[in-house]
């Protein structure tokens, strides 16, 4: 058995995203799973690269297992809910799941959005309902339609975006029986609780291996090493103004000079190594000559 796990963990080490005998998408320690939780924009080292795709693949499906399996127990024997027979394990949280576990650097899977997004659309829903409550029958589908699209607009407004919510609006409108015993109540149960547990698991699993979330409340843009310098260029350039047309014009032309200089002594880098490569072979190939000469002297 530990032949079989030490064979499994050096082919995990071999995989693409390993660097020698470091899996760098795994925490360096307690402390830094704990600062991934406050999301990328606090994290205070690189951000990491994700996985391997097989790696995070097989995570993805472990992860949406555990959460929808979670959601599945607390509706089977919660006594409140199973007393009251309430529901819980409501359908858009697997489509949340997708978002969450699969993709979760995506805004759409954003604590905010998945929270948020899920109570405008559930007070859309109820709402909906209730406006075509004592509507005929013949128009009754449109408590539906007009939920989501609702929803949809109201998520825009606030920047919630999260495409799962537009089934939870979509099933508050229409109100089938099992959401009919809850009735107003429907956004604060199920639907928020569905959401921060789904949002807690995301959280605990998913900074095994990703930093999640990118962002909590506030979408920022997450900035690499790399981008900090170019913004800083860039804002360079904007202060300088028009009056420095010329010194640019004078710095780029330094430039392109100084990138072919050091394209020209990169090639005379290698260059040397060709000849020192050579030169040894050369050598090797001498000595092993004047060794066959040698040979029928010594005989």
Not at 52 to 71: E, G, K, R
Not at 132 to 140: G, K, T, Y
Request: glycine share 8%; hydrophobic share 45%; aromatic share 10%.
């Amino acid at each position: 058995m530990n032949f079989v796990l030490r064979r499994f963990v050096q082919w995990v080490k071999s995989l693409p995203g390993t660097r020698g005998h470091r899996m760098l998408w795994l925490p360096r320690s307690a402390s830094d799973y704990m600062l991934r939780m406050r999301g990328a924009q606090h994290y205070k080292h690189e951000i990491p690269s994700p996985p391997p795709v097989l790696i995070w693949s097989i995570f993805s499906a472990v992860t949406s297992f555990i959460s929808i399996m979670t959601l599945g127990l607390i509706h089977k024997y919660g006594s409140a809910i199973h007393n009251h027979n309430l529901p819980f394990a409501i359908a858009p949280a697997g489509a949340s799941a997708v978002l969450i576990f699969a993709v979760p650097a995506s805004p759409l899977a954003q604590p905010r959005n998945v929270i948020i997004g899920h109570i405008i659309a559930a007070v859309v829903g109820t709402f909906a309902h209730a406006l075509f409550l004592h509507v005929e029958d013949s128009l009754r589908w449109l408590s539906g339609a007009l939920a989501v699209s609702v929803s949809i607009g109201l998520m825009g407004l606030t920047n919630c975006y999260h495409p799962p919510a537009g089934a939870t609006a979509f099933i508050g409108g229409y109100f089938g029986p099992d959401i009919e015993r809850v009735g107003w109540w429907y956004p604060l149960f199920p639907v928020l609780p569905v959401a921060l547990i789904m949002v807690g698991i995301g959280l605990i699993l998913n900074n095994m291996c990703r930093v999640y979330p990118v962002y909590w409340f506030t979408p920022v843009h997450v900035r690499r090493p790399h981008d900090s310098i170019e913004a800083g260029a860039k804002t360079e350039d904007a202060e300088t103004g028009p009056e420095s047309n010329a010194s640019n014009a004078e710095n780029d032309v330094n430039d392109e000079t100084g990138n072919e200089m050091e394209a020209e002594m990169a090639w005379l880098r290698a260059r040397v190594r060709e000849l020192e490569r050579e030169t040894h072979v050369l050598h090797h190939d001498h000595r092993i000559s004047q060794i066959q000469t040698a040979i029928p002297d010594i005989a």
